[in-house]
């Protein structure tokens, strides 16, 4: 086992993986579908939210700006720079989304349990 050292590192080790155990590995994170029911707490969501509009107001009143110095027109000249369009629209969209989320899932928990 002399003069192993750093030879024993560069040992080619192969391992085959069958069809079952490739289907298994890619299936280790992936999101079952009670997560989409999971629901955040009450004070939590209303901080997520209360940020949520506070950054769509920033965003409003950069897009505002944006479109009045004619920037929006401009595809050439943006490139590099943050459009506050889309992340407006993203932004928006986020929080429509988890306030949608949050009270069909306090529905169906009144409901079931």
């Known amino acids: 086992m002399q003069n192993l050292n750093r030879y024993y590192y560069n ?7 069958n069809a079952h155990e490739i289907r ?3 299936n280790v994170h992936k999101r079952g579908w ?4 999971r629901l955040t707490s009450v004070p939590e969501h209303h901080k ?4 949520s509009i506070l950054k769509i107001k920033s965003l409003a009143a950069q897009c505002e700006q944006f479109i009045t110095t004619g920037h929006d027109e401009d595809d050439i000249g943006n490139v590099g720079r943050a459009n506050p369009a ?5 932004e928006a ?10 009270g ?5 928990n009144a409901m079931v349990f």
């Open 34 to 37: 009670q997560e989409g029911l």
């Open 104 to 108: 069909i899932g306090s529905v169906i």
């Open 86 to 90: 889309k992340h407006l629209q993203q």
């Open 48 to 51: 997520l939210t209360r940020d």
């Open 24 to 26: 298994m590995l890619l």
């Open 11 to 17: 040992m080619p080790i192969a391992y085959r993986k």
């Open 93 to 102: 969209e986020a929080l429509l989304n988890a306030t949608l989320d949050q």
